[in-house]
């Protein structure tokens, strides 16, 4: 494994090949999911489903293709998406008459049927989720984080005013927040994103934003109330209980499968990767050790534990194969399961398993009776445990003492010298575009959000020192 501190980047391809997540493909920026990365993407999947329908959200599936007229209707939205958009331009030898793009995201393909959707305020609202792959044709890849093509949800919703608009996309928000920290154990700064960062063709832009080890930050889902824009793009009206037509006010959220990279930049180790218990593949993995083939005892001891875990909905998996022990313990670190139990003819004699969490240095012996709840016991606490540690790692590196760009320019070099991580600082932002714009060309730090909740308030502009209207979240992001 490369180690974390000296390339953080290849450390990260290193434990995602090891632990057979993906492969590379063809196609410049497209991965293959194996099945351990793709059922992360289930679990995640299975949680906002359920969340979603509990909230009266619906499933529905919606066209890959765009034609290009459907963009010029909205002009913040194609200027926004146009130099990552690949185009469909040919079929079957002959050209088409208007190219179509395959969807960056699906605002326009959705307006336009939701114009025939929506007549009267009977229909509404629409609460619609959409499960599906996106294209956007990126300068720089990065598996999981940032390819060309991914996969995620994308909710697009229409009401009859803007308070329900803004209640649902504040909703969504929520939502994501609790998944992505009950689940995923990673803790994240909830926020509006600044002007220059919000989505293109939106009103308002809310996200989540989570620090990953290098001290990067990910945004992990967005939520964007878009007022009236696309509606009088696409002509969605509808008729008001006093024979009025009145536009209908939209929202659309989304989160991706850059979360799976984040859970492995997140909570990853030196030895690869830590999944957090719920979102796990494997979450226990049982190994016979010793000369067990000889003791028939142990392998029935572990086919009953098996079936007990198995019993209480655990996902588990009995590794009797014929390698040696150290290369089954290499492998499953290697895949991040949770947790792992050993038995041996020196365990069985003592009436007792030995249980390694991953995220443990040492083995801990159980008593073999017990083991089974001992073990549930030990899934709840390292989920619980993994986002404390998270939490830990992010208060520790964001940094509320930063004032001016002459004092980050510092602190970014004081903690290269120092072979630490700048992290992300909390500044005051005047709220005028090219004082934004300055601290990323100089510092490569871009603004997350505003957060709802900032650790304190900073009344000065880190860049001009005027008094600030903001106080942001900056950093380095994925």
């Not at 089954?328 to 003592?350: A, C, M």
């Amino acid at each position: 494994m490369t180690n974390q501190q000296n390339d953080f980047t290849e450390w990260y391809i290193d434990t995602i090949q090891k632990a057979d997540l993906m492969d590379y493909t063809p196609v410049r920026g497209c991965i293959a999911f194996k099945p351990d990365g793709y059922e992360i993407w289930e679990h995640i999947q299975d949680e906002m489903n359920r969340r979603f329908k509990e909230t009266g959200h619906r499933n529905a599936y919606f066209p890959m293709l765009i034609p290009e007229s459907f963009f010029q209707k909205e002009k913040d939205h194609i200027e926004g998406f146009s130099p990552e958009l690949p185009w469909v331009t040919e079929v079957a030898g002959e050209k088409l008459e208007e190219r179509l793009a395959l969807r960056p995201t699906s605002e326009t393909m959705i307006g336009h049927l939701y114009a025939d959707w929506i007549n009267s305020y009977r229909d509404l609202p629409v609460l619609i989720n959409q499960w599906a792959n996106v294209f956007r044709w990126e300068k720089k890849t990065l598996p999981f984080i940032r390819t060309s093509e991914f996969l995620w949800q994308e909710g697009h919703t229409a009401h009859v005013d803007e308070d329900e608009a803004r209640a649902e996309t504040m909703q969504m928000l929520t939502i994501y927040k609790e998944v992505v920290e009950e689940l995923l154990a990673i803790p994240v700064y909830d926020g509006q994103k600044t002007p220059s960062e919000r989505f293109a063709g939106a009103v308002d832009t809310f996200s989540i934003e989570a620090m990953m080890k290098d001290g990067k930050a990910v945004q992990a889902g967005t939520s964007h109330y878009l007022g009236t824009k696309f509606a009088e793009a696409f002509d969605i009206k509808y008729l008001t209980k006093e024979n009025k037509h009145q536009f209908v006010h939209t929202t659309s959220w989304g989160t991706s499968t850059r979360l799976i990279g984040s859970v492995i930049m997140v909570h990853g180790d030196e030895q690869g990767l830590v999944l957090p218990p719920r979102v796990a593949p494997t979450q226990v993995v049982l190994i016979p050790v010793g000369p067990w083939k000889k003791n028939p005892a142990i392998m029935e001891n572990l086919d009953k534990l098996f079936a007990e875990l198995k019993a209480k909905g655990i996902r588990v998996r009995l590794d009797d194969s014929d390698r040696s022990p150290g290369y089954k313990f290499n492998e499953w670190e290697q895949k991040g399961v949770p947790v792992r139990v050993e038995l041996g003819p020196r365990d069985l004699e003592n009436s007792q398993a030995l249980i390694k969490a991953r995220d443990w240095d040492e083995k801990v012996a159980v008593d073999l009776p017990s083991s089974v709840d001992t073990i549930v016991d030990e899934l709840q606490t390292m989920q619980t445990r993994l986002l404390e540690k998270a939490r830990i790692f992010r208060d520790k590196h964001s940094h509320t003492h930063v004032d001016s760009l002459e004092q980050l320019t510092q602190h970014i070099a004081t903690s290269t010298e120092n072979g630490d991580i700048p992290g992300w600082i909390l500044a005051g932002w005047c709220g005028d575009d090219a004082c934004e714009e300055h601290v990323k060309e100089v510092t490569k730090f871009t603004t997350r959000n505003i957060p709802f909740n900032p650790p304190t308030t900073k009344s000065t502009c880190i860049n001009c020192g005027k008094e600030s209207k903001h106080t942001v979240w900056f950093a380095r992001a994925y």
